[in-house]
């Protein structure tokens, strides 16, 4: 099987090195000459190219552009494609690209490994980087059975976790546990910047440790990407800040009433209730 990658950064690189090291034949386009020159030298595609038309003989193709990008990257495929090809993505939000691609290629798997890193772009690829993490399905009752068969079939062999669900619950779930810590960390790191006495910024910058390094991460992370989850995941985003709001003016109002009883008791149900969302983690 022939696959094809478009979009050569982080996820696009790192599916590349997997499926390749798997013995497969790995074609990659991406938008700029310098990253296809990057992908062969790090092994991660066997040809790469900046036209679209290379993806022609390739019967799976893996969409990692960003996610504004992945509908626009699919209609310029198609003239190219054998009508048989498979198609999927691997976008951190599902529901306007599952129900956009469904009018345009009806055998389209949605898909977002879960797994990332704080920078992007070729240059972190790495091979093994959905090993153990999970990796969403998102078919539709038209997608055909044997091409969502395929798709799950690879997502195993980058030895994923493969979860099936509706691109409106996966939207939800991923609004809790991804997207909102992206708002929240990121409103961390700009408190703390919001400092006004410069001696008093330099200290806590010297003695940040684990801590700050845990919660401030997601938040250092690829400002477009944080962006398009808001931007494409709008009502979700916003339903889950509005939830976040209401329990930080309720950490403010406990403070302010010095109940220190409530916040031990809220700081006990978080405790206990942490590891249930990091079941997976070893
Ligand atoms: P990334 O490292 O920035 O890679 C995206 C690559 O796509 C860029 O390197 C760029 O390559 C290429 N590109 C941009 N526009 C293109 C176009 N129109 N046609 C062809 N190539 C194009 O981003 P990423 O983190 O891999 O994210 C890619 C996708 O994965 C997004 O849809 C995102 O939602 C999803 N995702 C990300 C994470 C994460 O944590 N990072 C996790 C799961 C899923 P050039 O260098 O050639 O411009």
Redo the contacts with the bound molecule.
């Keep these: 099987m022939n696959i094809g990658i478009?979009?050569?950064?982080?996820?696009?690189g790192s599916v590349g090195l997997d499926l390749r090291s798997l013995g497969y034949r790995v074609l990659g386009?991406?938008?700029?000459e310098q990253?296809?020159q990057k992908a062969i030298a790090l092994g991660a595609v066997d040809e790469a190219s900046l036209e679209l038309s290379l993806l022609s003989i390739a019967d799976l193709i893996f969409i990692?552009?960003?996610?504004s990008?992945?509908i626009?990257?699919l209609e310029q495929l198609i003239p190219f494609l054998s009508p048989s090809a498979i198609l999927t993505?691997?976008?951190?939000?599902k529901t306007p690209i599952v129900e956009g691609v469904s009018q345009i290629w009806p055998n389209f798997v949605g898909g977002?490994?879960?797994?990332?890193?704080a920078e992007?772009?070729?240059e972190v690829a790495q091979l093994g980087l959905f090993r153990d993490r999970p990796y969403v399905l998102t078919p539709t009752k038209n997608t055909p059975l044997e091409s969502v068969e395929k798709v799950e079939a690879i997502a195993r062999l980058l030895q994923s976790q493969v979860f099936f669900c509706d691109s409106q619950e996966h939207d939800r779930a991923v609004a809790w546990i991804s997207h909102l810590p992206v708002m929240t960390s990121a409103s961390l790191i700009s408190a703390c910047m919001s400092e006004t006495n410069p001696t008093v910024v330099k200290l806590a910058q010297e003695l940040a440790s684990s801590g700050f390094r845990d919660t401030s991460r997601v938040g250092g992370?690829?400002p477009?990407?944080g962006r398009?989850m808001a931007q494409y995941n709008r009502l979700e985003v916003l339903r889950s800040l509005y939830s976040f709001r209401d329990q930080i003016d309720g950490f403010i109002q406990d403070i302010e009433q010095e109940d220190w009883q409530t916040i031990e008791e809220k700081l006990r149900y978080t405790e206990q209730n942490r590891r249930l969302f990091l079941q997976n983690e070893s």
């Design positions: 478009v979009g050569l950064g982080l996820i696009g386009v991406s938008r700029r990253t296809c990692c552009t960003p996610i990008s992945i626009p990257t993505d691997v976008g951190s939000v977002h490994p879960m797994a990332g890193k992007s772009g070729i992370g690829n477009e990407l398009m």
